[in-house]
């Protein structure tokens, strides 16, 4: 691909991978975690966009974390706050009408 598809490309990935942790977080989960389950359902990211992600939301009180030190290795388990349910709820409702208006778009005859 060339450099300006790779950057339209990741625009629009970027807000879809908000509304995927919003959603997935809805049950508690790490990082490392989290990236296997977005690539699986086909949100492909990596650790260097998704971990700051995960600050900038817990700082925003959309996600909380806490630590959980029970196993050999501690991880950090996020979860997705009262307000990050809105917030997802409301971008949720806001990507199904975009894709009926981008639907409508692409099935008119030109």
């Known amino acids: 691909m060339n450099e300006a598809l790779d950057t339209h490309l990741q625009e629009l990935r ?8 919003l959603q997935l977080l809805r049950s508690p989960g790490y990082g490392y975690g989290l990236l296997e389950e977005l690539d699986r359902r086909g949100f492909a990211t990596d ?8 600050r900038r939301l817990e700082k925003q009180e959309h996600l909380t974390s806490e630590w959980n030190t029970d196993e050999a290795r501690p991880r950090k388990f996020y979860r997705t706050t009262d307000a990050g349910m809105r917030l997802a709820d409301t971008l949720t409702d806001e990507w199904r009408s975009l894709t009926t208006a981008i639907t409508a778009l692409t099935s008119e005859e030109h």
């Open 14 to 21: 970027r807000g879809t991978v908000v509304l995927a942790c």
């Open 47 to 54: 650790a260097n966009t998704l971990y700051p992600l995960l």
